[in-house]
């Protein structure tokens, strides 16, 4: 009759060749290994770029004082580290640390900044000058932001250097002719 050629009648049922079976498994499984090792290679090959590619970013971001935007931009590296050498981690995360300090810093420079700002147009000129001692010549500002303190020092300066201008108390008197 008409049967297919891979099933045999065994026992009183119907099963599927044995060796068809191991055949297709073992063709199916050692195909998805061989898509593993290649796809973890080629994801290696892809991500790697990424990881070396932040890194530079985040260097020349703290090298140029972006030491806030450095920070984020090594830590977006940090999520590729597994992809970098050892030496790279070690170099990642050495600058990583430094830019997460400087951070900090120019946050509290940024902070102190601000406070002689405020000082100053409110006319407390001491408590500003302390402010501004703090911040005039920081690294943790940019040369623009270090102008600014540097006007401010100005200002206060030239008002303190004009007199202040009080009420007349001239005593006039009449004539009487």
Request: aromatic fraction near 6%; hydrophobic fraction near 35%.
């Amino acid at each position: 009759m008409n049967k297919p050629r891979c099933t045999q009648e065994v026992g009183g049922r119907i099963f599927l060749s044995v060796v068809w079976v191991a055949l297709f498994i073992l063709s199916h499984a050692s195909l998805g290994v061989v898509q593993a090792q290649g796809g973890a290679s080629d994801q290696k090959s892809t991500l790697l770029p990424v990881a070396r590619y932040l890194m530079d970013v985040g260097n020349k971001q703290y090298n140029q004082g972006y030491f806030i935007e450095a920070e984020k931009t090594l830590l977006q590296a940090q999520g590729y580290e597994q992809y970098l050498s050892e030496a790279e981690r070690e170099k990642l995360n050495k600058t990583l640390q430094g830019a997460h300090n400087s951070a900090i810093q120019r946050k509290a420079a940024l902070q102190d900044k601000r406070m002689a700002e405020q000082l100053s147009a409110q006319g407390k000129r001491g408590e500003a000058q302390a402010y501004v001692s703090r911040v005039k010549n920081s690294q943790y500002l940019t040369d623009k932001e270090r102008k600014e303190v540097a006007k401010l020092v100005h200002r206060d300066q030239k008002a303190k250097e004009q007199p202040k201008v009080g009420p007349i108390t001239e005593d006039v008197t009449e004539d009487k002719d």
